[in-house]
C-alpha cells in the first residue's frame, strides 16, 4: 500500500507482471484481495509508520485509519477510469486536457517513482544488511539489476506469489502491538477523537504517512492494470468490492504498525533512524527473532514493490509518447519502453549511492509523494467526470465529492508543510 494500497486484487491481466497481481485466470477466487492488501506494506510505508510511531507515538492513529476510507474512494475511482474508458491514466489527461497537463502528471509521477523506487531498492539493501551484516549499499546494484532482468526477461508473478505471502509476516506487528502493553485509552482516544496539532513533526508524520499510502503510482497502475485487463463494467462491483476488503485488511496493519512502534520506541522517546531499530518494535512478539522476521518481511516487501514501481514509470512515459508497451514484448519490439524501465532503476541505484540513510530516505519519500499527490488526484478527478472519456459510466457525484475532499486533505498537508519548511519550521 506505499501500498501504501495497491491495485485491484480482483482482475488478473495477461502479461507477466501487471501491478501487484498475477495474470493467471480472468478472474481469480473472490478473497484474493484480502491477502494481497495484508500483504500491501512497502519498504516506504513501514518505514514512515515505524518513525511516526517512534516521533508522535498514537497522536496520528486517527489519521491512520481515515486513511482506510480514504484509499477505498481513490481506488474504486481508479479502477472505474481503468474499466470503462480502457485506458490509463497518463492516456486520459492526454487526450481530454492536452500535452502539457500530461506532460505535469508524468513529471510528477516520475519524480516520486524514481524517489520511491531508491528508498524500496536501500530498504531492501537494509533487510539484507540485517541478514547478512554487509552493508546495504553493496546490494543496491544487484537488485536493481535484477528487478530489470525479471522485468524484461523473466516471468515476475510465480515468485511474485511467493513474495507476498512473506511479506505476510508484518502482520505480526498485529501481536507485537498487544504484546507491548500500549496504554490502550490513550491509543482509542487518540485514534477515534481526531486532533491534529501544528508541530513540525506531526505536519511531516501526516505527509508522509499520506504520501506513502495514497502514493500516485498505485492508482496510476490500477488504472494502467484494468485498461489493459478490461474487465466487462458490469463486474466492476464484485472488483472494488474485493479490492475494499484488502484496503481494509492493509489499512488496519498500518495502525498496528504505528501502535506498537509507539508503545515501544516512541514512549522512550526514541526516533527510528536504522532498520535496527524499526524491527525493535517487533521485540514484545519475536524476541531474538524480531530482526529477522522484520528483515524477511522488509526484503519480500521491496521485491514486490520495486518491480512495480518501475514498470508502472515505463508504461507512463509509453503513453505519454505513444511507444509500445508491454512487458510481454520483446526488447527488440518494445525498445523505448524497456530503456525507460531500465533508466529509472539506474537513476534510483545512484540515488542510493547518495549516503543517506535508507530509513531517511525512505520516509521523505513519503513526503516527496504526499506534495506531488494532489495534482495526479484532480487530473483524475476530472478525467473521471469526463463524459467524452467516460460516457455513461462517469463516477457518480458521491464518489466524486469524496474523491475532493481526500484531495484537500492532502492538499492541505501539503500546503502546510511547504509554509513550516519555507519559514524554517519544517523538520
Not at 57 to 67: N, S
Not at 292 to 321: D, K, R
Amino acid at each position: 500500500m506505499k501500498r501504501r494500497a495497491g491495485p485491484l486484487h480482483h482482475y488478473h491481466p495477461p502479461a507477466p507482471l501487471h501491478g501487484r497481481h498475477h495474470p493467471a485466470a480472468k478472474v481469480a477466487k473472490f478473497g484474493a484481495g484480502i491477502v494481497a492488501g495484508a500483504s500491501d506494506n512497502d519498504p516506504t510505508t513501514v518505514a514512515t509508520l515505524a518513525v511516526i510511531g517512534s516521533t508522535t507515538t498514537y497522536e496520528l492513529g486517527w489519521l491512520a485509519l481515515l486513511v482506510i476510507p480514504m484509499l477505498a474512494v481513490i481506488q474504486a475511482i481508479a479502477a472505474q477510469i481503468g474499466a470503462v474508458s480502457k485506458r490509463g491514466l497518463e492516456d486520459c489527461v492526454r487526450s481530454a486536457y492536452g500535452r502539457g497537463w500530461a506532460v505535469a502528471a508524468l513529471a510528477a509521477l516520475l519524480i516520486v517513482n524514481i524517489l520511491t523506487l531508491a528508498a524500496d531498492l536501500e530498504g531492501g539493501g537494509a533487510a539484507l544488511h540485517l541478514l547478512t551484516n554487509v552493508s546495504y549499499v553493496w546490494w543496491l546494484v544487484p537488485l536493481g539489476a535484477l528487478t530489470a532482468v525479471v522485468l524484461i526477461f523473466g516471468k515476475y508473478a510465480a515468485i511474485e506469489r511467493v513474495l507476498r505471502y512473506a511479506a505476510l509476516l508484518f502482520m505480526s506487528y498485529v501481536g507485537a502491538a498487544f504484546f507491548a502493553h500500549p496504554d490502550w485509552g490513550q491509543v482509542l482516544h487518540d485514534s477515534f477523537i481526531p486532533h491534529f496539532d501544528f508541530r513540525p513533526v506531526v505536519v511531516s508524520g501526516a505527509l508522509a504517512l499520506l504520501g506513502t499510502t495514497l502514493t500516485a503510482y498505485a492508482y496510476v497502475w490500477e488504472t494502467i492494470e484494468l485498461s489493459e485487463e478490461k474487465p466487462p463494467v458490469r463486474r466492476l462491483g464484485l472488483v472494488q468490492v474485493d479490492a475494499a476488503l484488502g484496503i481494509i485488511v492493509a489499512g488496519l496493519t498500518f495502525w498496528f504498525i504505528l501502535i506498537a512502534t509507539g508503545a515501544t520506541l516512541g514512549v522512550h522517546h526514541k526516533t527510528v533512524e536504522t532498520a535496527e531499530e524499526a524491527a525493535q518494535a517487533l521485540a514484545p512478539i519475536a524476541g531474538p527473532y524480531a530482526q529477522i522476521i522484520f528483515a524477511i518481511g522488509l526484503l519480500a516487501s521491496a521485491l514486490v514493490a520495486i518491480p512495480v514501481i518501475a514498470a508502472t514509470s515505463a508504461y507512463v512515459a509509453a503513453e505519454m509518447f505513444g511507444w509500445r508497451r508491454s512487458l510481454d514484448a520483446k526488447f527488440a519490439r518494445a525498445r523505448a519502453f524497456y530503456l525507460t524501465l531500465i533508466g529509472c532503476i539506474a537513476i534510483s541505484v545512484a540515488i542510493g549511492f547518495a549516503g543517506v540513510k535508507p530509513i531517511t530516505l525512505l520516509y521523505y519519500s513519503g513526503i516527496a509523494g504526499g506534495i506531488a499527490t494532489p495534482l495526479t488526484m484532480v487530473l483524475m478527478l476530472l478525467v473521471g467526470r469526463n463524459s467524452h472519456l467516460m460516457k455513461a459510466h462517469r463516477i457518480s457525484i458521491w464518489l466524486a465529492v469524496c474523491g475532493w475532499c481526500v484531495t484537500a486533505v492532502v492538499s492541505g498537508a501539503t500546503l502546510i508543510y511547504l509554509v513550516q519548511t519555507v519559514q524554517g519550521g519544517g523538520s
